[in-house]
């Protein structure tokens, strides 16, 4: 019994050998292998030189004639919500050319809204206009005005 485990061990050891001198390096073959350190030993080291920086034509945003918020949509089921200004409409946490909107308050009735431009931040309610060249909000006016009278005066002049 010995004598076959002695045996087993030894062809099994024959095997091991035979398969290391054929398979050689992992990936390459000895002669790849020492090409490959000979160029680690010879590389040059590229040191990055400074570049000198030119000025580059800077995008220039131009301030919007008017932020008109029309009005926004809140949802309650954790979704972005909707705002619709200068009458597109606009989710919240994104931003278009002109303005970025902010994430709506749950619970306030104001949008906020940054001017790409100038970076300023202000707060709008549905219904209000910012005028960038004022720097002021103003409330849009949306009244009907039909003829005056009185009623019951349609015939008589």
Same mark, same amino acid.
């Given at each position: 019994?010995?004598?076959?485990?002695?045996?087993?061990?030894?062809? $099994?050891?024959?095997?091991?050998?035979?398969?290391?001198? *054929?398979?050689?390096?992992?990936?390459?073959?000895?002669?790849?292998?020492?090409?490959?350190?000979?160029?680690?030993? *010879?590389? @040059?080291?590229?040191?990055?030189?400074?570049?000198?920086?030119? +000025?580059?034509?800077?995008?220039?945003?131009?301030?919007?004639?008017?932020?008109?918020?029309?009005?926004?949509?809140?949802?309650?089921?954790?979704?972005?919500? *909707?705002?619709?200004?200068?009458?597109?409409?606009?989710?919240?946490?994104?931003?278009?050319?002109?303005?970025?909107?902010?994430?709506? +308050?749950?619970?306030?009735?104001?949008?906020?809204?940054?001017?790409?431009?100038?970076? @300023?931040?202000?707060?709008?309610? $549905?219904?209000?206009?910012?005028?960038?060249?004022?720097?002021?909000?103003?409330?849009?006016? *949306?009244?009907?005005?039909?003829?005056?009278?009185?009623?019951?005066?349609?015939?008589?002049?």
């Amino acid at each position: 019994m010995k004598r076959l485990v002695i045996s087993m061990l030894m062809l $099994a050891n024959c095997q091991l050998t035979c398969a290391d001198e *054929t398979l050689g390096r992992l990936f390459s073959t000895p002669k790849e292998r020492a090409n490959l350190d000979y160029l680690r030993q *010879t590389r @040059k080291i590229i040191v990055p030189q400074k570049v000198e920086s030119t +000025p580059q034509s800077v995008e220039v945003l131009a301030l919007p004639k008017a932020v008109e918020l029309q009005g926004y949509v809140k949802r309650s089921d954790g979704k972005q919500g *909707t705002v619709w200004i200068n009458q597109q409409a606009i989710q919240e946490g994104t931003k278009n050319g002109e303005i970025a909107v902010g994430q709506l +308050p749950h619970q306030q009735n104001r949008v906020p809204i940054q001017i790409n431009a100038s970076g @300023k931040v202000l707060t709008l309610k $549905a219904g209000q206009t910012y005028d960038p060249e004022t720097n002021r909000v103003r409330e849009m006016r *949306t009244s009907v005005q039909g003829e005056q009278g009185r009623i019951g005066d349609e015939g008589q002049p």
